[in-house]
C-alpha cells in the first residue's frame, strides 16, 4: 500500500517554534505597537544582513514589493518592463497597475528562469526595466542580464520572491539574490522557505535614495505624519508577521539545507530508472550557484500524449500523493493580457514547460520513505503507460 504524501505541510517544522511564537506575539498585544514598530525594525536588519546588502524595507506582501520598486524607479504609463511569461501573475500585474506595458520573455530550457538572450531581442526605446524572476529558488543569469542593462541604461529588479538565499556567481564572488539588481523584492507568503502566518513582503537595495524613497511609498508617502512628499501606497507590514519571520529566521538555513538534501536524494532516487528515459526530465542540478529548491519540478515529456502529465498527476493522486503545476499557462496566455496580442506558441519554451511541468513534494520534515513513494508512484505510471 503506498505511503501518503501531502504536496506540503507547514506544520511539521515549525511546531516545535510554536510556543516562541505565542509567547512574542502575546508581547506585541501588550505593547500596544500592531503595524511596524520594533519587530519590523529587527527583520529589517536581519533581512539587510542576510542577503549581503545596505537596506531592507519590510512590506505588506511580495506583490507590493513589486509594485513599490517599479513607483521607486518612477514607471510611466507606457514604459515597457521585460518580464518572463513563466512566472507568478503579480511580476507582470505590477507593471500594469502603473499604466505599464509588460514585455514577455522566453525562458531557458534548463534553469526555466528568463532567457537573456530573448530579454535582449525585446529591448526597445521605450524599455523602462528588466525584472528577472529567480523561479523556484534557482537565481536568473543576473551577470549577463546585468550587461543587457547597462547597455541600455535600464533598471534591473529582482523578483526573489521564490530564492531567499539562493547565490550565484557575481563578478568573481558569490552574491545572495536581492543584492544583484536596483532593487530586490521578496515575498513571506506561508509556503515560502521563510513563511509569515499571513501575507509580508520585502525589498532590499544599496542605494540609499531608493531605499529612503521605498519607506516613503510604503506609508503614503508621508513623513512626517500627515505630511505627504509623493503619493504613496499602504504597504505596511504587522508587527504579528515580524515576530513570525524573527522567530523563523534563525532556522532558515538549516530548512534550506534540508530541501537541498531532499533535492538530492530525488535526483539519487529517480537515477538509473529505465522506465522513465526520455519521458521525464528532472530538473538542473545545484551547481556552483546556490538553490534553495522553492519547488522541484519535472517535466513529463508529452510527445505522444498532450495529457500525460495531467493523467500522472491523476495517477498520483489517487495514491494520495500530492503534486501540483506551477505554472499551467505562461502569461502571456492569460485572458486579461490578450490586448498583447501574443500568440500562444510564440515563446515556444515556455508553451512546451507549462504543458509539461510538475512540482513534486518538496517541504523540511519530508521523510525518505515519503520520498520513495512519490518516485515509486511515478515509476510505476510510467510502466504502464
Not at 97 to 109: H, M, Q, Y
Request: proline residues 5%.
Amino acid at each position: 500500500m503506498s505511503v501518503p504524501v501531502p504536496f506540503l505541510d507547514l506544520s511539521r517544522h515549525v511546531s516545535v517554534l510554536k510556543d516562541s511564537i505565542k509567547e512574542k506575539l502575546s508581547a506585541v498585544v501588550d505593547s500596544g505597537i500592531f503595524v511596524l514598530g520594533p519587530e519590523i525594525v529587527q527583520l529589517e536588519k536581519q533581512l539587510a544582513e542576510y542577503c549581503g546588502v545596505s537596506y531592507a524595507i519590510a512590506c505588506s506582501s511580495g506583490s507590493e514589493a513589486l509594485l513599490m520598486a517599479l513607483m521607486a524607479l518612477d514607471l510611466q504609463p507606457g514604459d515597457e518592463v521585460i518580464v518572463p511569461s513563466f512566472t507568478f501573475f503579480a511580476t507582470a500585474s505590477a507593471v500594469v497597475r502603473l499604466g505599464g506595458r509588460p514585455v514577455f520573455a522566453d525562458i531557458c530550457p534548463d534553469s526555466l528562469n528568463m532567457d537573456p538572450e530573448d530579454a535582449a531581442r525585446k529591448v526597445t526605446s521605450r524599455t523602462k526595466a528588466i525584472i528577472p524572476v529567480h523561479l523556484f529558488g534557482r537565481s536568473a543569469e543576473m551577470e549577463r542580464l546585468e550587461q543587457i542593462a547597462k547597455a541600455h541604461d535600464l533598471a534591473l529588479i529582482e523578483d526573489a520572491a521564490q530564492a531567499i538565499g539562493a547565490e550565484a556567481a557575481w563578478h568573481g564572488e558569490m552574491k545572495r539574490v536581492g543584492a544583484m539588481g536596483s532593487i530586490g523584492c521578496f515575498s513571506f507568503y506561508p509556503t515560502k522557505n521563510l513563511g509569515t502566518m499571513g501575507d509580508g513582503g520585502a525589498l532590499t537595495t544599496n542605494d540609499p535614495e531608493i531605499a529612503k524613497k521605498l519607506e516613503l511609498i510604503r506609508g503614503h508617502g508621508m513623513a512626517p505624519r500627515y505630511f505627504h512628499k509623493i503619493v504613496g501606497i499602504n504597504g505596511r507590514l504587522d508587527a504579528f508577521q515580524g515576530v513570525v519571520l524573527n522567530e523563523k529566521f534563525p532556522h532558515l538555513d538549516e530548512w534550506t539545507k534540508d530541501r537541498q538534501e531532499i533535492a538530492k536524494r530525488y535526483f539519487e532516487l529517480f537515477a538509473g530508472r529505465r522506465e522513465l528515459e526520455g519521458r521525464l526530465q528532472l530538473p538542473k542540478p545545484e551547481g556552483e550557484e546556490r538553490c534553495v529548491w522553492n519547488q522541484f519540478c519535472v517535466c513529463v515529456s508529452d510527445a505522444a500524449d498532450g495529457h500525460l502529465r495531467d493523467r500522472l498527476m491523476a495517477f498520483l493522486a489517487e495514491k494520495k500523493i500530492g503534486t501540483m503545476i506551477y505554472y499551467p499557462f505562461g502569461l502571456h496566455e492569460q485572458e486579461c493580457f490578450q490586448y498583447l496580442d501574443y500568440a500562444p506558441e510564440e515563446l515556444p519554451v515556455t508553451y512546451r514547460v507549462s504543458r509539461s511541468i510538475l512540482a513534486l513534494p518538496i517541504f523540511p520534515g519530508l521523510t525518505l520513505e515519503e520520498q520513495e513513494a512519490v518516485v515509486e508512484g511515478i515509476c510505476a505510471f510510467f510502466r504502464e503507460n
